[in-house]
């Protein structure tokens, strides 16, 4: 979830590092390369605050090794960027096996817009994930309640979106949770939900793309989703209606 409203919030679910460091690389290298100009050189301590990091790339590695990617960020407080990642014990659905969450922040600007499919594709691919997205704060905010309970009991979500399933209810880790405005496939989970369907897909599939792994980035909206918008309030209620394996509302 992006940290504050001019923010575009990116997270992935992906199989643990299980002592594989290098993937930690892969996935800040990707982003590098994805945002031009981006150098994600310096972390944060409890005594210094922000720190340089002259040996960042074996710093990573050994992280990685350890099961995490650890912050880290470009220090420019005018268009900050920020990545890390953590395993969580919980499982992505019945089964409950543990999953690595990666989580970024970029700003919604057009910097960031533009580079945001390279950027989810450059950590989803690096991360070998399992499913993402991209979102802008408001939207995911919103998005969000459609999982959360309430004092009451279950979900009540705004706008007329449909309430969706806690992980413990969804069949396997490759069906995604929810919808965002860029969203992350990887191969099984496009296969799960039988995306592209050319007949049934069309729009979608003029404003996606498929990856270097087989997956796909599939984007709903041509600006950032904003659910303000009639029209792109309708554009995530279509995607919902057509894929209902998302969220667990469907068995297979």
């Not at 997270?11 to 800040?28: E, K, W």
């Not at 880790?173 to 929810?178: K, M």
């Not at 860029?182 to 369907?197: I, K, Q, R, T």
């Amino acid at each position: 979830m992006a940290s504050s409203q001019n923010d575009l919030g990116l997270i992935v679910y992906a199989p643990p590092f299980s002592g594989n460091g290098g993937r930690t690389l892969t996935i800040v290298h990707g982003m590098e390369r994805a945002l031009p100009g981006l150098n994600l050189g310096w972390t944060t301590s409890d005594e210094e605050g922000l720190r340089a990091l002259p040996f960042r790339d074996e710093w990573l590695v050994a992280q990685g090794a350890a099961g995490v990617l650890p912050f880290l960020c470009n220090n420019d407080g005018t268009h900050v960027v920020t990545i890390a990642g953590w395993e969580n014990p919980n499982g992505l659905s019945a089964e409950g096996l543990p999953h690595l969450e990666i989580h970024a922040d970029l700003p919604l600007d057009a910097p960031g817009i533009s580079a945001a499919m390279d950027v989810l594709e450059a950590i989803a691919d690096g991360a070998c994930a399992f499913w993402g997205h991209v979102t802008p704060f408001d939207a995911g905010v919103e998005i969000a309640e459609q999982t959360s309970p309430t004092l009451s009991g279950p979900p009540a979500p705004p706008r007329g979106l449909p309430a969706l399933k806690l992980p413990d209810a969804i069949r396997a880790p490759e069906i995604p949770h929810r919808l965002g405005w860029l969203n992350y496939w990887s191969a099984a989970s496009a296969h799960a939900l039988g995306f592209p369907d050319p007949a049934r897909d069309s729009d979608l599939i003029s404003r996606s793309r498929s990856t270097a792994t087989g997956g796909w980035i599939v984007q709903l909206t041509q600006a950032p989703l904003d659910l303000d918008h009639p029209g792109h309030l309708d554009a995530l209620k279509r995607a919902y209606e057509r894929f209902p394996e998302i969220g667990g509302r469907t068995v297979p």
